[in-house]
């Protein structure tokens, strides 16, 4: 099993890498470049939609697991066309701007999917709500999080490759493995410094991706062993959700672009992309390494911990935005002092 899942990963990897040179190719002569702003955190005008290789990897991979398991080809069949939804919007949406509520009735569709896909496995009603919430929830939070170099792509690779050790075998740890893969062949062309950026049609497939390794992974669990599986995506959550409700609760645009989420603000103070990025990805990855140890722990344990880490991510969070004084933006998305 060991050198099938070696040449599996192998395999994805060299497509994804492939994949990602083509599309970088492509943005570059159709001119879909990313230009730095006032709402932008990076400083070079740079082409975006290089996640298409990730959706690649992922279409493949499922392909190849219908083919290996016929009895799951309904599963495989809706969550794939759920992905190529998500991620055929975003795509869309990298050529030509669409609006939030075009995007959003395509992810709930693609939500539907996922959730049908989970009642085709015989999944319970709360393992179907689940899977409907974590795609609208995940999709967002990557599109919001995917600001500098390589932030989104190796919070996702820790999720991936976490969840996958931890099923440990089926349809989770070839998909999650397979995830991992098409990360790993994206990743250099995307840190240090980002030579394409995921686009839309990369961050929203990579939310999706993991609310479906999520929603299968954490099936059937007991509430407490879920609560376990959110551990590695804490990270991102807590920065996502605390900054969206500052802006909301600040009476702001929160719907429009802008540069005041923990990360970027701490990218702006250190004047680079690199240590933020590895300072989440080391977060994400002390928050995996405390999923495994908690396996064998009591409830109360469980909770207890992962109510700490919430609330140290949640003072880090705190700390980073107060440093910098973040201000207030209007509903046009200027500062005031």
């Keep these: 099993m060991a050198g ?10 060299a497509l994804g890498a492939g994949a990602t040179a083509a599309a970088r190719a492509y943005a570059l002569r159709r001119r879909l470049i990313d230009l730095p702003g ?14 298409i290789s990730i959706v690649l990897v992922l279409l493949a991979a499922l392909f190849a697991l219908a083919l290996a398991a016929p009895d799951a080809w309904p599963a495989c069949l809706l969550a794939g066309t759920g992905l190529a939804l998500v991620a055929g919007i975003g795509w869309l949406d990298d050529h030509r701007p669409l609006s939030a509520l075009a995007r959003l009735a395509v992810h709930a569709v693609a939500a539907a999917l996922l959730a049908g896909a989970l009642w085709s496995r015989g999944g319970s009603p709360l393992d179907i709500a689940v899977a409907f919430a974590a795609v609208l929830v995940l999709v967002n939070v990557w599109n919001f999080m995917d600001g500098i170099d390589g932030i989104a792509a190796a919070q996702a690779l820790v999720a991936a490759v976490a969840w ?17 893969a098409g990360i790993l062949g994206f990743l250099p062309y995307n840190f240090p410094r980002a030579r394409i950026f995921l686009g839309d ?11 479906s390794l999520f929603a299968f992974g954490a099936a ?9 599986w959110t ?19 600040a009476g702001e645009a929160w719907w429009r672009p802008h540069v005041t989420h923990a990360y970027q603000v701490w990218a702006r103070k250190a004047g680079s992309h690199v240590p933020v990025t590895l300072a989440y990805t080391a977060a994400a ?8 140890v908690l ?8 909770i207890a911990v992962w109510l700490m880490f919430l609330s140290v991510s949640a003072l880090a969070w705190a700390m980073l935005r107060g440093a910098a004084g973040t201000g207030r933006t209007d509903r046009v998305g200027k500062r005031n002092p």
């Design 4 to 13: 099938l899942a070696l040449a599996w990963v192998l395999a994805g990897v």
């Design 38 to 51: 006032e709402r932008r955190s990076h400083r070079a005008a740079t082409p975006r939609g290089g996640g």
């Design 164 to 180: 996958a050790l931890m099923a440990g075998q089926g349809a989770v740890w070839w998909a999650g493995l397979a995830l991992a």
């Design 201 to 211: 049609v990369g961050s929203g497939a990579l939310g999706y991706a993991l609310a």
């Design 220 to 228: 059937g669990v007991h509430p407490d062993a879920r609560l376990l």
């Design 231 to 249: 551990l590695p995506l804490l990270p991102f959550l807590v920065d996502a959700s605390l900054t969206l409700a500052s802006r909301i609760l």
């Design 285 to 292: 990855t002390i928050a995996s390494m405390m999923m495994f």
């Design 295 to 302: 396996r064998s722990g009591t409830s109360a344990i469980i």
